[in-house]
């Protein structure tokens, strides 16, 4: 192009190319700025105060920390989650691999996997208020099969030691079809020829199972636990619909605390403070994940 | 932590400079109609005061009203929350229940000097219920309307079982051996082989039909058991505005003990763990209870929803009485409204005879003035629904009022813990209960 | 008149310096060939042309002006990549379009420039394809056509034969000679292979390790090679290099001892300057310069293996202190492998002193 | 065929019943939805209705119907309104999120500039931080920027970026040939037509992935907009039913009613799974292998 000046500077040139680069990247550090990084700030600094939302916040230093070191509710809702967790991602994985195996074995049908997706992309409000009808404890569809296979009805929801089984199943349904389908893709990348060549050594199914596919799937299945298990200590929108923590407590997990305590009894302070401990946390827990990923790595390359 | 807070008091200048300029530009506005907010939870209501609305603003030109209805359990979140964002209605129904935190705050404006100017009479409302919003001689809030407790059964079981709708209205309890009600209940009770449950062979863990169910328990029990607590000597706070919580006390302990045996010893009533978050209306729309004790407000559901036949009968005579939650509403002013003159002027028309009588017409809820309550009765009974249980129990006597006091929020999800625990046999009900009593006051 | 001058340019990556102050220039219309093995600096040289890479040192200048720093779009040069690059989500139109596009030409105008090209590439039946339908020949032409429509001042190509096949590679090489004839553009190719830069190049400029090793026309770099590396590198079949050791040196020649060599040899001039006597040197021998001599033969190699051509025989051989050579016969010469042939040499080989520098003066 | 194993005569039934409790809570939602309001928890325990009725959906989408009910009648929830929001909510911040995550990713994966990689780290970092941290502050940062109630608030937070998706496009730009961007380049296009022209369109895949993925995300989404979207005009569908359903109080919610309009929220996700299956089904099974 006559007339620019094409003569510029190695300073001028990166100063330039830096410049775009900078363009390039600034609405989403804006993003990032203002509500990633400024948020995390803020909420340490009210984790701080004592604040309703309607005064202006006090400033109570690491009070609210003491507090929740004594409280029992907060360590009761770790103690639920953890439990949720743990009857969660089990129930979850082992569905989920059964599913992707069979689906692998027997019917590679996309329109299966798209089935066994649907429930996935069906939020968690609405997943919650259909099985909270279907499993209420006189008039629910799931006690009246239960009723003709002759087994007693179940309180479900309703009952303090279900409550926790039931929100885990809720969740599984929703979640296992993904699962399975990330299994599924691992199952695909795994070469036939592994498989036949154990046959000809006159290998079973099971044995096949064990030695072939559980080994070769380990960095897939590392993953889909350890990222399950992320989501699953941060869960909600069940407990808020199906059971709003009850009943007698036994499903008021820390997202469930968090949220009383901040718009239920405006007790902003203490409802950041819990948030910072969780983040906290799910630091670590990322922390341990990448190890435990990087220790999986594949063995296919 | 000092930049934190520098960058944000810089922050809260540059908002408040935004938040002036939205001032300004809204009062160039100001020559125009004024309008209103007015918030409300009720879905059922809001058009019947869109009814009043339309009249007041016909009476009071340059006066707009616009009805914002929300969900109750959202109402009470976008509430406090609009009160910080300066977004919050001019007008907004109040429950006695977030009386405390709101005074507390300082988001009602005190009506007191207006009342005085204006000459409103108080003693028009139906006793308590203008009292409930006085803290100090100061008037927070018009009364509104109010609603107490009956019982509704089904019909055609109450006639199957042999029972006289006149015994339904004369029922008596006492916690030892439940009274007529308890034998009532009993009654009505069939198990899957047709054995009614005051018959020898009544099969517990396989009830078709219960006698009594309510909805899922919470901390103040309004349609679930405050009424025989209350009608057994309970006292769920020494006072309005009160220090003390009484759950402690051996009635409340003998109450519930009653009603958790009810259900898990003799299997009349739906045990908690039967009662789903589909509440007694479903239960009772299935055609699974006979009994079910519920509020005033909730008539049309079982309307809507049953296809069978129902009447409703007074609370049970308890040792101490007929005794029903008297909850009263009303209509508060955001302190921090713009246009208060107006506001008022629409709260005293929502108090008023004319707009409760329309109200009350509409048979939607029973409005804060005898004339207006007298309406709504009749407004039933032309719909073939005798809602006389409800309306008979609206005086001081046979009323106590709702447990007001603070941190009400956290203090009712210790004490639903608490009477949960108790009903699902989960303990010694009166230690259960000292439990909660004395977290409750250690919070006050 | 110089077209492009590289002035003294270095390539600093981290702390490794890949070029290591470089000059060169090319005329106008000039066809030069970086040719060297691999890291030897080249295609970062190109690179840097293009403004693809920064110059850390030194300057680069296009028809007199600097553009060192330039904008790679500021230099109106062209490149076609070793893979390609041909953008797979456009057709053959689009790809050759692309450039004319983003600088608002006139559509009528593209329209004109684009069947130009094509009709020079032969690839006119090919326009609305995608890149993915295209064999590697033709993907090569919509790369170099891209190229040439924007009539840029200076083509760069960086190793664009090396993905074809031989036959493919052989006939591209004609193909990208005859263009460069056509147009008559200053281009500057990068290559590892040297047949292509002996046969295409008006000028090489071999590379290694960052420097410029020599520069020249083909037949000066295959006749007069500065030194052992470039007389390795230039040639098909490589030189044969025999060491030996200086027995005697004077105006008139060297006499140099080989191992290889029943007997010393004397080597005539001129040189650039006379080796002591005593040094070691190493005697370097384009396969044209050995022949096959019975009657008077100055060494022998055992017959290896021979490579039967057709036309001519190549046959590969061992002296006596194992170094491998390979003497070309031009007739189908009858020998077979463990066969000695007396072999001797023209008077004039390559003498390359201990440091590897050619001693002998063109 | 494949021959029957002992493996599949037990494998089959498995399958069918996992087909059969997936979608088994749908059909639920449909049936329901197709009850008569009384009649609904006479059927509660049954797979049918006793009397099927279109009027349900009728209602819920603001047509005349020959049900009324009292709490539906007084304040009906404007659900094909919500549903717009819903579209209008997810094309928004799906759409944004894309194109600006993807012009950072570009940039952290093609550019030069100081401070690059350490950027990149935080933005990385970001996708540690559970997002209830985020929530309150965020939420009164909302508030005082007056953006309560509005669509510039509910996709603000995630409409610039979100560090997945950075992260995500990122990984694709990386892989993909330096060559095009360079020949885009020295053709004369600026930084951001390379960007426009060349780069971002063969990534279609992954971006219709990513697309996917966040769609289904921002489709579901219910805590942020319950925070700040609860008026009418800017409700989405999740907020919308969950409203619906606390509508009537301390009673019942009018479960035909919701039913119905729960079957209207999820009917375009199924649509959108019986047209593109396939592709749905490609996107997820991607999603692991980020």
């Known amino acids: 192009m006559p007339g620019r000046a094409r003569n510029v500077s190695l300073r001028q040139r990166r100063r330039k190319e830096a410049l775009i680069g900078y363009l390039f990247v600034a609405p989403a550090f804006v993003g990032f700025l203002i509500f990633y990084l400024l948020p995390t700030v803020r909420a340490v600094g009210i984790s701080l105060t004592d604040w309703n939302l309607m005064r202006a916040p006090k400033f109570v230093g690491l009070g609210n920390y003491a507090t929740l070191l004594s409280d029992g509710n907060f360590w009761h809702s770790a103690k639920v989650t953890l439990a949720y967790v743990l009857y969660n991602i089990p129930l979850q994985t082992v569905l989920g691999l059964l599913l992707a195996v069979l689906s692998d074995r027997l019917a590679r049908a996309v329109w299966l996997r798209a089935t066994i997706i649907a429930p996935y992309l069906i939020s968690n409000v609405v997943a919650a208020l259909v099985w909270m009808m279907m499993l209420d404890p006189i008039l629910g569809l799931v006690n009246a099969f239960l009723t003709f296979f002759g087994v007693s009805p179940q309180g479900f929801l309703a009952s303090p030691d279900q409550a926790m089984v039931s929100v885990a199943a809720i969740s599984t349904w929703r979640h296992t079809g993904l699962t399975a389908l990330l299994f599924y893709a691992g199952l695909q990348a795994i070469p036939g020829y592994l498989y036949e060549a154990a046959r000809l050594e006159g290998a079973g199914e099971w044995t096949m199972f064990r030695r072939i596919t559980l080994p070769l799937l380990r960095p897939v299945l590392a993953f889909v636990v350890v990222t399950s298990l992320i989501g699953s200590f941060q869960v909600f929108d069940v407990v808020a619909v199906a059971t709003a923590g009850g009943p007698s407590n036994s499903t008021r997990v820390i997202l469930w605390y968090i949220y009383e305590n901040a718009f239920k009894f405006n007790r902003m302070g203490y409802a950041s403070a819990i948030s910072v401990v969780l983040f906290a946390t799910l630091i670590l827990v990322t922390l341990l994940q990448m190890r435990v990923l990087r220790a999986d790595q594949s063995d296919l390359d | ?444 | ?362 | ?290």
């Open chain 2, 1 to 444: 932590m000092k930049e934190y807070l520098m960058g944000k008091r810089h922050l809260t200048g540059v908002l408040a400079t935004a938040t002036a300029l939205t001032t300004l530009g809204s009062s160039f506005a100001w020559a125009e109609d004024v309008t209103l907010n007015y918030a409300m939870w009720d879905a059922n209501q809001a058009p019947v005061y869109r009814q009043c609305a339309d009249k007041f603003e016909a009476e009071n030109p340059g006066i707009k009203i616009n009805i914002k209805q929300d969900s109750w359990d959202n109402y009470w979140t976008t509430l406090s929350t609009s009160f910080v964002a300066g977004t919050a209605p001019d007008v907004f129904v109040n429950h006695l229940s977030r009386f405390p935190e709101f005074l507390a705050n300082g988001v009602m404006d005190d009506l007191t000097d207006r009342i005085a100017a204006d000459k409103v009479e108080m003693k028009a409302y139906l006793p308590g219920l203008a009292e409930s919003w006085n803290k100090d001689d100061r008037q927070y809030g018009l009364p509104k309307d109010w609603d107490t407790i009956a019982l509704i059964y089904n019909k055609k079981m109450v006639a199957d079982a042999g029972i006289s709708e006149e015994e339904l209205k004369n029922l008596t309890w006492n916690p030892k051996d439940g009274g007529s009600l308890e034998k009532i209940v009993a009654r009505l009770s069939v198990d899957q082989n047709g054995k009614r449950g005051d018959e020898t062979g009544f099969d517990k863990s396989k009830v078709s039909v219960y006698g009594w169910a309510t909805n899922t328990v919470d901390g103040y029990g309004q349609t679930q058991w405050s009424f025989l607590a209350v009608s057994d000597g309970f006292k769920p706070i020494d006072k309005p505005w009160g220090k003390q919580y009484g759950y402690d006390s051996p009635a409340l302990a003998e109450t519930l003990t009653w009603i958790r045996d009810l259900a898990l010893k003799k299997g009349f009533a739906l045990s908690q763990e039967q009662t789903g978050r589909l509440n007694a209306t479903a239960i009772f729309a299935a055609g699974k209870a006979a009994i079910v004790p519920d509020g005033s407000w909730n008539i049309s559901s079982y309307r809507d929803t049953s296809k069978a036949e129902f009447g409703f009968a007074p609370l049970p005579q308890g040792p101490d009485g007929r005794r029903s939650m008297f909850n009263g509403l009303s209509d508060s002013i955001w302190s921090g409204s713009q246009h208060k003159d107006e506001a008022w002027k629409w709260v005293k028309y929502l108090g008023g005879s004319e707009c409760q009588t329309i109200v009350g017409k509409s048979g939607v809820v029973f409005p804060a003035r005898p004339e207006a309550a007298k309406a709504a009765e009749e407004a039933h009974k032309a719909k073939g629904l005798d809602v006389s249980a409800f309306v008979q129990l609206a005086t001081p006597e046979t009323t106590f009022p709702f447990p007001i006091s603070d941190r009400a929020s956290e203090i009712s999800a210790i004490l639903t813990t608490a009477i949960e625990n108790v009903l699902l046999g989960k303990g010694d009900p009166a230690t259960i209960l000292k439990e909660a009593n004395d977290q409750a006051n250690g919070m006050l």
């Open chain 4, 1 to 290: 065929m494949k021959k029957l194993t002992p493996q599949a005569v037990l494998g089959y039934p498995v399958l069918a019943l996992f087909v059969f409790i997936s979608l088994l809570p749908l059909w639920m939602a449909l049936k329901i939805g197709l009850t008569y309001p009384d009649d609904v928890y006479t059927s509660a325990s049954s797979l049918l209705p006793n009397a099927y009725t279109p009027g349900n959906f009728l209602r819920v989408m603001g047509l005349p119907s020959a049900i009324e009910v009292s709490a539906f009648r007084a304040s009906p929830i404007d659900f094909m309104f919500a549903l717009r929001n819903s579209v209008i909510y997810t094309a928004l911040t799906v759409t944004g999120q894309i194109f600006f995550s993807a012009l950072a990713g570009y940039a952290f994966a093609r550019m030069n500039f100081p401070g690059r990689n350490k950027l990149f780290f935080a933005f990385l970092a970001a996708t540690m931080i559970p997002s209830v941290v985020l929530f309150i502050p965020n939420f009164v940062l909302i508030k005082q920027l007056g953006l309560l109630n509005s669509f510039a608030g509910l996709v603000a937070p995630t409409i610039l970026m979100t560090p997945f998706a950075v992260f995500f496009l990122r990984q694709f730009f990386l892989s993909a040939p330096k060559e095009l961007d360079e020949a885009a380049r020295l053709e004369g296009a600026s930084q951001f037509q390379i960007f426009w022209r060349v780069a971002l369109p063969i990534q279609k895949g992954p971006i219709a992935t990513l697309a996917i993925l966040l769609s289904i995300n921002s489709w579901n989404e219910f805590f942020w907009p319950f925070l700040v979207g609860r008026d009418p005009s800017v409700r989405v569908m999740a907020v919308a039913l969950s409203d619906f359903m606390s509508q009537t109080g301390r009673g019942n919610p009018d479960w035909s009613g919701l039913m119905a309009a729960i079957v209207l929220s999820i009917l375009p996700v199924i649509a959108m799974l019986i047209v593109f299956g396939r592709q749905i089904v490609e996107s997820l099974q991607t999603s692991g292998l980020k």
């Open chain 3, 1 to 362: 008149m110089t077209f492009l001058r590289i002035d003294h340019v270095t390539k600093q990556f981290g702390s490794v310096q890949v070029v290591k102050g470089v000059s060169i220039e090319a005329r106008k219309g000039e066809f030069v060939v970086f040719v060297g093995p691999s890291g030897c600096g080249k295609s970062t040289l190109l690179r840097m042309i293009a403004g693809l890479e920064e110059t850390s040192e030194g300057s680069i200048s296009i028809d007199g002006e600097d553009l060192t720093h330039a904008d790679p779009a500021d230099r109106h040069v062209a490149m076609v990549f070793q893979s390609y690059a041909l953008f797979p989500h456009m057709s053959v139109f689009d790809n050759i379009a692309f450039g004319m596009q983003v600088n608002k030409v006139p559509k009528a105008e593209i329209k004109a420039r684009v069947a130009e090209a094509a009709r020079i590439l032969q690839i006119e039946p090919l326009l609305e394809r995608k890149p993915k339908q295209l064999s590697g020949g033709q993907r090569q032409r919509v790369a170099i056509g891209r190229a040439i429509v924007r009539k840029p001042k200076i083509f760069l190509f960086d190793e664009p034969l090396s993905n074809l096949d031989a036959e493919l590679r052989t006939q591209m090489r004609v193909e990208i000679a005859k263009i460069h004839r056509e147009i008559g553009a200053t281009m500057i190719y990068v290559t590892h292979d040297q047949v292509e830069a002996m046969t295409l190049a008006d000028r090489i400029v071999v590379l290694r390790g960052g420097l410029v090793e020599q520069i020249g026309t083909p037949i000066d770099l295959y006749d007069n090679p500065a030194n052992l590396f470039v007389a390795g590198f230039i040639g098909s079949p490589r030189m044969t290099l025999l060491s030996g050791k200086v027995e005697s040196a004077s105006a008139h020649g060297l006499q140099v001892a080989c191992p290889a060599f029943s007997r010393p040899q004397s080597i005539s001039g001129p040189f650039a300057r006379l080796p002591q006597a005593g040094s070691q040197v190493t005697i370097g021998l384009r396969p044209e310069a050995i022949r096959i001599d019975a009657a008077n033969p100055v060494f022998s190699a055992k017959v290896e293996i021979t490579e039967n051509l057709g036309g001519s025989t190549l046959i590969y051989a061992v002296t006596q202190d194992g170094t491998a050579l390979i003497v070309p016969a031009q007739e189908r010469a009858s020998v077979r492998s463990g066969d000695t042939l007396p072999l001797s040499f023209s008077t004039a080989p390559h003498v390359f002193d201990a440091q590897g520098n050619n001693l002998r003066l063109p």
